[in-house]
């Protein structure tokens, strides 16, 4: 089977290009998704949080207060290593369990929506990796807009991953989503069909 791993930056519209390929027929494994569910209550990861960072992250009904976490790892780059130790392999379990069902149904491609992909030295989990991008300027006006962030919480943010621009040279695809959503979905469907369904209904 082939995985196509698509990354890019906090803010490039990753989500919306995983949403365009799921609507033309893509399987498509989403880590943020996958992160969302190895910290649900009951689950060791978030039991392994609450040890490392306190009960100071959790909500008062023993779920994970995103923000509050937010707050330690975007300042601390020990903090967020720490949790990336915690995070990472139970993601990396649910996504091969994930990916083994769509090989035992038959399914030719998949992708793996993930932010981190090579920051998490993750891209031997994938054949090929597509890149969405956005310059710099676009994407801190973007993420300040989406998350109501100062620039300065912004940037730190932004800081904390690859920069855009190499994310750029070390993808195979490139997609630019600094236009509007018209664009962008041009885009996916011409890399769809140039790239995935080649042959008419290349998925199933």
Do not use: C
């Not at 969302?36 to 689950?43: A, L, M």
Request: hydrophobic share 40%; net charge neutral.
């Amino acid at each position: 089977m082939r995985i196509i791993g698509l990354t890019g930056g906090i803010a490039s519209g990753k989500s919306s290009v995983a949403a365009l390929l799921e609507r033309l027929g893509a399987d498509v494994i989403d880590a943020d998704q996958l992160a969302r569910e190895v910290v649900r209550p009951g689950e060791e990861a978030l039991a392994q949080i609450a040890a490392a960072f306190g009960t100071g992250v959790l909500n008062g009904d023993g779920t994970l207060n995103r923000a509050a976490l937010g707050e330690v790892v975007f300042a601390d780059p020990e903090a967020r290593r720490t949790l990336e130790r915690i995070t990472h392999p139970a993601i990396r379990r649910r996504a091969e369990e994930r990916l083994a069902r769509l090989r035992e149904g038959g399914r030719r491609t998949a992708f793996y929506v993930a932010p981190l992909l090579f920051e998490a030295g993750i891209v031997s989990r994938v054949h090929e990796v597509w890149v969405v991008y956005l310059d710099r300027e676009t994407q801190l006006a973007r993420l300040m807009a989406r998350d109501g962030l100062s620039r300065e919480a912004a940037l730190a943010r932004i800081e904390s991953q690859m920069p855009m621009e190499e994310k750029r040279r070390l993808g195979r695809i490139v997609i630019d989503n600094s236009g509007s959503r018209d664009e962008l979905e041009a885009q996916v469907t011409r890399l769809w069909r140039e790239e995935i369904d080649r042959e008419g209904g290349e998925q199933r």
